[in-house]
Every structure is written in structure tokens, then in C-alpha cells.
């Protein structure tokens, strides 16, 4: 994913062959596994960021810009752009005499940018935000960094049996404390996912300025209708994601969301969780009880203290509420998150009644 070739040819002079591509060796099937999988499963992962309702904020149009839904035409394209670049990875001498194969690369630049540009719009909304950057940016600074000083590091001071004892070392802990174990695996994944678009423009620019180096011709008609027929579809796909992003948006509701855990919880047995059922303006019904108030009111006191905190608050409890909220089916279970949210009710109510002394006799659910 550098631009820099993984082991550049020692003699530029010799007869170009398939040897010559940037990407060689065990390189070639570390880029076919992150061309092929990391994508699909960053389209995947993008579900979980779905605006819950019509926020208007700039961060629910990218999103729904992303879903598959939205990106059909789009996907034709990357698959064409991936689908050549696994061919230069079989077999570059061969592949790479053919313009379709070479003008797939150069597309496939075109489409990184842009999701990279997607990206970058939708996680970096403050200057804090940029730190995202140092993994972005990683396949470029650490192969340096490992010339410049890390190998030599590793050579004179690790050794394999201390990579050993490590790796026990995190079985036996990840037996102990579980969920907690997966998470520095979680937080890689994360970043590489985060990272996919931009690594994915690198591997495509250092195979499109190799490719227009050394194999490029003239151009002529037939590839003129070539690169027509792509632009037009390009064109489409774009047309078709924007329309299909504000049909998607005008099915969200118009209300905020509720806490997914709290909703959840109060679908329990009504004599333990207090809940009953409330109709609301739209003309939906839900089950409400005293604690999805208190953290409603909750949120809505730190929406209007500090909206900033809210707002990042928010997107991390969008991202982990609603998955546990979807494994809350049964009563027993609602009984249990209503119980385990207790502790966080009581904490809750008791802010609030310093703040609002007649807290318990409003309502947000009537």
C-alpha cells in the first residue's frame, strides 16, 4: 500500500516482464486479500452508521450515500477496478497489454478518491478528528520508520520466545475477561476499515503511474467509446446514489430516535418494568416506562448544555446501542437490560433532580 515498490528491481535496464510490477511475492496475495474482502466488508460495517431519522445533519446524507442500496451501479464498478487488478496480480506481462485491464486500474483511482473524499468528510468534523490521519497515512511513514531504526530495534532486542510468552500471556487474559479480550482486534479493525478507501487509492496510483510508465500506447477510437461508455455509467451511478440517498432519507422518521437499550428494556414484563403503552403524533404506539423517560431527559439536558459532547456521545451509543438493542427480543431479556440499567437510572435521576426539582412530575411520553 506504499508507493514504494516492496522490492524494487536492481537493474532497471533489463527487458520489462511480469517481475517488474510493484507488487511481488507474498505481497501479491496480502494485496488480492485486502482488495477483495476489506471492501465488501467495509460496505457491510457502513450499516451500522444508517441514520435512525431526518437529522439534517451532513453526516446522514454520507451515510446513506454508502448503503448498498444506494451504491448498485457503483458496485459494478469496483468489481470491474478489482477484478483487473487481480488480473495484474496473476499475471502482469500478460494482463497488462490490454486497455480494459489497464484503463480498470485507472478507474479504480478515480473511485478510491472519491470514497476516500466520502470518508474524509463524514470522520473528520473537528480538528481533533484529523488524529485518523496517522492511520491513514501509516503504509506511507512506518516502512521508513522500519528501515530507518524498528528493524534493527527487533533484531537486537526481541526475541521469538518473547513473542511467545506474549501471545500465551493474551490467551490466558482473554480467558478471564472475554468480550474485553477482542478488543485491540476490534480497534485494528476498526482502523483498517476506517483506512480502505485511501490505502485502496494508493495500491491503485502505484499500479496506474507503473502501468502508464511502461505500458501505455496510443490512444485511439475504439478506446475513445471505451472511456465514453464508463463516464456515462459513472454518471449514472451518481445520479442513481443521490436519488436513492433522498428516498432512503424521506422514509426516516421525523423525530429523534429513543434510547435503543431503554426501548428495548421496557418491552419487559409490565408488573417489573413499569412500562405502558403510549400513542404518539405520528400515529405509532410504543411501550414507555419511568427509566427511558429519565434518559431521555437525560439527553435532551446534555443536547442543550453541550451539544458537541452530545453529538459524539450520540454516535457512539448509535453504534453500540442499536445492535444490543436487536438482541433484546424476549421479555426475560428485556427484564434483565432493565434491571442492569438500574444503577444508570438511579445516577441519572438524582442529576436531574438537583437540576429540575419537579423532574417527576413531567413527562416526555404522554
Given at each position: 500500500?506504499?508507493?514504494?515498490?516492496?522490492?524494487?528491481?536492481?537493474?532497471?535496464?533489463?527487458?520489462?516482464?511480469?517481475?517488474?510490477?510493484?507488487?511481488?511475492?507474498?505481497?501479491?496475495?496480502?494485496?488480492?486479500?485486502?482488495?477483495?474482502?476489506?471492501?465488501?466488508?467495509?460496505?457491510?460495517?457502513?450499516?451500522?452508521?444508517?441514520?435512525?431519522?431526518?437529522?439534517?445533519?451532513?453526516e446522514a446524507y454520507l451515510t446513506l450515500l454508502l448503503q448498498a442500496e444506494a451504491l448498485v451501479i457503483f458496485l459494478f464498478l469496483l468489481a470491474y477496478s478489482i477484478l483487473c487488478y487481480t488480473?495484474?496480480?496473476?499475471?502482469?506481462?500478460?494482463?497488462?497489454?490490454?486497455?480494459?485491464?489497464?484503463?480498470?486500474?485507472?478507474?479504480?483511482?478515480?473511485?478510491?478518491?472519491?470514497?476516500?473524499?466520502?470518508?474524509?468528510?463524514?470522520?473528520?468534523?473537528?480538528?481533533r478528528s484529523l488524529a485518523i490521519l496517522l492511520v491513514w497515512f501509516f503504509p506511507l511513514y512506518f516502512p521508513r520508520l522500519y528501515r530507518l531504526g524498528i528493524a534493527q530495534w527487533i533484531k537486537?532486542?526481541?526475541?521469538?520466545?518473547?513473542?511467545?510468552?506474549?501471545?500465551?500471556?493474551?490467551?490466558?487474559?482473554?480467558?478471564?475477561?472475554?468480550?474485553?479480550?477482542?478488543?485491540?482486534?476490534?480497534?485494528?479493525?476498526?482502523?483498517?476499515?476506517?483506512?480502505?478507501?485511501?490505502?485502496?487509492?494508493?495500491?491503485?496510483?502505484?499500479?496506474?503511474?507503473?502501468?502508464?510508465?511502461?505500458?501505455?500506447?496510443?490512444?485511439?477510437?475504439?478506446?475513445?467509446?471505451?472511456?465514453?461508455?464508463?463516464?456515462?455509467?459513472?454518471?449514472?451511478?451518481?445520479?442513481?446514489?443521490?436519488?436513492?440517498?433522498?428516498?432512503?432519507?424521506?422514509?426516516?422518521?421525523?423525530?429523534?430516535?429513543?434510547?435503543?437499550?431503554?426501548?428495548?428494556?421496557?418491552?419487559?414484563?409490565?408488573?417489573?418494568?413499569?412500562?405502558?403503552?403510549?400513542?404518539?403524533?405520528?400515529?405509532?404506539?410504543?411501550?414507555?416506562?419511568?427509566?427511558?423517560?429519565?434518559?431521555?431527559?437525560?439527553?435532551?439536558?446534555?443536547?442543550?448544555?453541550?451539544?458537541?459532547?452530545?453529538?459524539?456521545?450520540?454516535?457512539?451509543?448509535?453504534?453500540?446501542?442499536?445492535?444490543?438493542?436487536?438482541?433484546?427480543?424476549?421479555?426475560?431479556?428485556?427484564?434483565?437490560?432493565?434491571?442492569?440499567?438500574?444503577?444508570?437510572?438511579?445516577?441519572?435521576?438524582?442529576?436531574?433532580?438537583?437540576?429540575?426539582?419537579?423532574?417527576?412530575?413531567?413527562?416526555?411520553?404522554?
Amino acid at each position: 500500500m506504499t508507493l514504494e515498490s516492496p522490492n524494487p528491481p536492481s537493474d532497471m535496464s533489463e527487458p520489462i516482464d511480469s517481475s517488474d510490477f510493484p507488487v511481488r511475492g507474498w505481497w501479491k496475495i496480502f494485496y488480492a486479500a485486502f482488495l477483495l474482502v476489506i471492501p465488501a466488508f467495509s460496505f457491510w460495517a457502513v450499516q451500522a452508521l444508517k441514520p435512525e431519522w431526518q437529522s439534517g445533519d451532513r453526516e446522514a446524507y454520507l451515510t446513506l450515500l454508502l448503503q448498498a442500496e444506494a451504491l448498485v451501479i457503483f458496485l459494478f464498478l469496483l468489481a470491474y477496478s478489482i477484478l483487473c487488478y487481480t488480473l495484474l496480480l496473476l499475471n502482469a506481462d500478460r494482463y497488462a497489454k490490454f486497455f480494459a485491464v489497464r484503463f480498470g486500474i485507472y478507474t479504480g483511482v478515480l473511485l478510491a478518491l472519491q470514497y476516500t473524499i466520502l470518508l474524509g468528510m463524514y470522520l473528520f468534523t473537528n480538528a481533533r478528528s484529523l488524529a485518523i490521519l496517522l492511520v491513514w497515512f501509516f503504509p506511507l511513514y512506518f516502512p521508513r520508520l522500519y528501515r530507518l531504526g524498528i528493524a534493527q530495534w527487533i533484531k537486537r532486542f526481541i526475541r521469538p520466545w518473547m513473542i511467545a510468552v506474549m501471545l500465551i500471556a493474551y490467551i490466558v487474559i482473554a480467558y478471564f475477561i472475554q468480550e474485553q479480550a477482542i478488543l485491540p482486534v476490534f480497534l485494528a479493525l476498526l482502523g483498517i476499515i476506517a483506512s480502505a478507501p485511501f490505502w485502496s487509492l494508493l495500491i491503485a496510483i502505484q499500479a496506474s503511474v507503473w502501468l502508464f510508465k511502461y505500458h501505455e500506447a496510443n490512444f485511439n477510437l475504439p478506446r475513445g467509446l471505451g472511456v465514453t461508455a464508463w463516464v456515462a455509467a459513472y454518471i449514472a451511478a451518481w445520479r442513481y446514489d443521490i436519488l436513492k440517498m433522498y428516498e432512503m432519507y424521506a422514509e426516516l422518521p421525523l423525530v429523534p430516535p429513543n434510547c435503543y437499550i431503554a426501548t428495548a428494556a421496557a418491552r419487559g414484563h409490565r408488573r417489573l418494568v413499569g412500562s405502558r403503552t403510549v400513542h404518539l403524533a405520528s400515529g405509532q404506539s410504543m411501550r414507555v416506562n419511568r427509566q427511558l423517560q429519565i434518559f431521555k431527559f437525560t439527553e435532551l439536558a446534555l443536547l442543550a448544555v453541550s451539544p458537541g459532547f452530545h453529538k459524539v456521545m450520540r454516535r457512539m451509543y448509535d453504534s453500540m446501542g442499536r445492535p444490543l438493542a436487536r438482541t433484546i427480543r424476549h421479555p426475560l431479556l428485556a427484564d434483565a437490560a432493565y434491571l442492569l440499567l438500574k444503577p444508570f437510572e438511579w445516577v441519572a435521576g438524582y442529576i436531574l433532580k438537583r437540576l429540575i426539582p419537579e423532574i417527576d412530575s413531567i413527562s416526555i411520553y404522554n
